[in-house]
């Protein structure tokens, strides 16, 4: 299956614990995005990137947050020292190129419950 | 803040009928738009988009699009129990902005 693939797929951390996040992109797909879902809320977007760098990070919150694409290995997320308030799903999405934007494909989202 | 805008519903509709959806978005230099799927627990998926003004039909699915209202809709043509789901209107400004999604069920 070369879908895209995140893990873990469900992740237990108390607070003031770091959480990290991976998310492999579907084959030929060189642009990551990283969604953020709370209960009862919409997707909101937190940071695009492309292998290396970041392109748009205006969603990501300015402090503790933080991702990265090197050029091999997945994606990842982190959140430093997490707070009941980071207990969200986060879903990453991959396209193949920018003016893909919109024609987005998810993994099934990593769920992180801070104690 | 460029905002998408969808009701929550439910939207309840009984099995064979047709179901509306429907989303506005603050952002008129808006040129691409996009209806994901998103069943309980899961994850979002595509299932349709549309660039220019009117309708786009595929399937039992239509998208209806109005620039000048900055009006975006989905028709499910007899909707089907498997139908029930939250939909996600979804917007590039910049990046994808997603509405909070109208969850609709289907009665069998």
């Known amino acids: 299956n070369a879908g895209v693939m995140q893990n873990p797929r469900h992740l237990v951390r108390r607070r003031g614990q770091e959480a990290r996040l991976r998310c492999s992109p579907m084959k030929g797909h060189s642009h990551v995005y990283w969604y953020r879902q709370l209960p009862e809320e919409g997707l909101k977007f937190m940071v695009y990137?492309?292998?290396?760098?970041?392109?748009?990070e205006s969603g990501m919150p300015k402090e503790r947050f933080s991702a990265e694409f090197p050029k091999e290995g997945p994606s990842i997320l982190r959140i430093q020292q997490v707070v009941r308030g980071d207990s969200a799903a986060y879903f990453c999405?991959?396209?193949?190129?920018?003016?893909?934007?919109?024609?987005?494909?998810f993994g099934e989202g990593s769920r992180l419950t801070v104690l | 803040q460029k905002e998408v805008e969808q009701n929550s519903g439910p939207l309840s509709v009984p099995e064979g009928a047709i179901a509306s959806l429907n989303c506005t978005y603050s952002?008129?230099?808006?040129?691409?738009f996009f209806w994901y799927r998103q069943y309980s627990g899961k994850s979002p998926e595509l299932i349709m988009f549309i660039y220019s003004n009117g309708d786009k039909e595929d399937g039992r699915f239509t998208a209806q699009l109005n620039k000048a209202s900055q009006y975006v809709s989905l028709l499910i043509r007899d909707s089907q129990p498997s139908d029930s789901a939250t939909y996600l209107c979804a917007v590039v400004s910049g990046t994808l902005t997603f509405g909070k999604g109208t969850m609709l069920l289907v009665s069998p």
């Open positions: 999405a991959s396209s193949p190129n920018q003016d893909s934007t919109g024609e987005l494909f």
């Open positions: 990137l492309q292998k290396e760098n970041i392109i748009d």
């Open positions: 952002d008129r230099g808006s040129q691409s």
